[in-house]
């Protein structure tokens, strides 16, 4: 557990600094939470699924725009890279999934590297990067996501 919270806590300086560099290529202004001292271990009942560990959402403000160049670019609804952020990693951009799935979309490692991400926790690289591959299990989420964005 403790080797976790280690990467949790490393993941979350690398994600406050590229938060910092996007906001301030922005000449946006971030909230005091993001300079916080790193938080205490967490429970000993944390779950290894990213939001168990303890991170903080990306503000609306600062994912919102990320979300609409991704939208656009991707020729996707705007309301379903939200929708899948929200399923996947509950806006919490330093998520890390027991199978090592990471960031705001958990993306794997392998499809980071695949992408040339190099840094999977930059809220605006993931997002970019977060496409939907054809692989049944990622297919099924996007399904169930659609779902629930049509019952609205």
Known sequence: ?????????AAMAV??????????????????AFDLPPPVDAPADASAEGSGQPCE????????????????????????LPAVIRQESA??????????????????????????????FDPAANVEAGGIPEIPETRDCVTAILQKLSLK
Do not use: Y
């Open 15 to 32: 994600q406050r600094e590229a938060a910092r560099k996007q906001a301030e290529n922005m000449g946006t202004w971030l909230p005091a």
């Open 57 to 80: 959402p990306v503000p609306e403000m600062i994912l919102a725009p990320i979300v609409d160049r991704a939208s656009r670019a991707q020729n996707r609804d705007p309301e379903l």
């Open 1 to 9: 557990m403790r080797v976790s919270i280690e990467k949790q806590r």
């Open 91 to 120: 806006f919490r951009p330093c998520a890390v999934s027991a199978k090592g799935a990471q960031g705001l979309m958990q993306l794997m490692p392998e499809t980071a590297g695949d992408l040339g991400l190099s840094d999977p």
